[in-house]
């Protein structure tokens, strides 16, 4: 059987911060490619961890020192573990002692993506309550409509009466021809 190939992944959040002490503990336990970048919450483009996501083959082990180097939240952590499984791609978390290259490491991390995906249950659940709860109330969704139930009307009635062109009462109304003939035939 060849030999694992282990790829690192070190993040800092700040500008302050340095990926030195990753990059060196990553490269103590055996990774020979390693990927890094700066990252705040107010950046959400991992240009490093995308790249890592599209070098990473089946076989291959991630490796990180934390998990929250790996992701934000339950469920980052969830769409992740689904992505490296469907690859076939194990996870190394030096920290939390957990890798997938073990049985137990196995089963750690199915519960950690099982939690994610019961976050992201509950989370559909309430919006959905959320959403109809407000339609009971009367709340509207969706963008407001751009005319009154009066300028409809007498749009519909110039339309009908052929004395205006169609891309004349679209301008005038300011919408689309597409939308004039939605309305008008509603």
């Known amino acids: 059987m060849a030999k694992q190939h282990l790829v690192g992944y070190a993040r800092v959040s700040s500008e302050g911060q340095s990926t030195e002490n990753q990059i060196e503990r990553l490269e103590q336990y055996g990774c020979d490619k390693i990927f890094f970048e700066n990252y705040s919450g107010a950046n959400t483009d991992r240009e490093q961890f995308n790249a890592i996501m599209d070098y990473v083959r089946e076989g291959d082990a991630f490796v990180v020192t934390k998990l929250d180097r790996l ?14 499984q469907q690859k076939n791609v194990d996870l190394v978390v030096l920290d939390q002692d957990i890798d997938t290259t073990t049985p137990t490491g196995k089963l750690m991390f199915t519960m950690i993506g099982a939690f994610a995906e019961f976050e992201r249950d509950l989370i559909r659940e309430r919006c959905r309550e959320g959403i109809e709860r407000a339609k009971a109330k009367g709340i509207k969704f969706g963008r407001r409509a751009k005319l009154s139930s009066k300028q ?24 689309s021809k597409s939308s004039l003939y939605r309305l008008v035939n509603s």
């Open 71 to 84: 992701a934000r939240s339950a469920m980052d952590l969830g769409k992740t573990a689904e992505i490296l």
């Open 152 to 175: 409809l009307a007498t749009m519909k009635e110039e339309y009908h009466s052929g004395d205006f062109g169609r891309s004349d009462l679209a301008a005038k109304y300011g919408i």
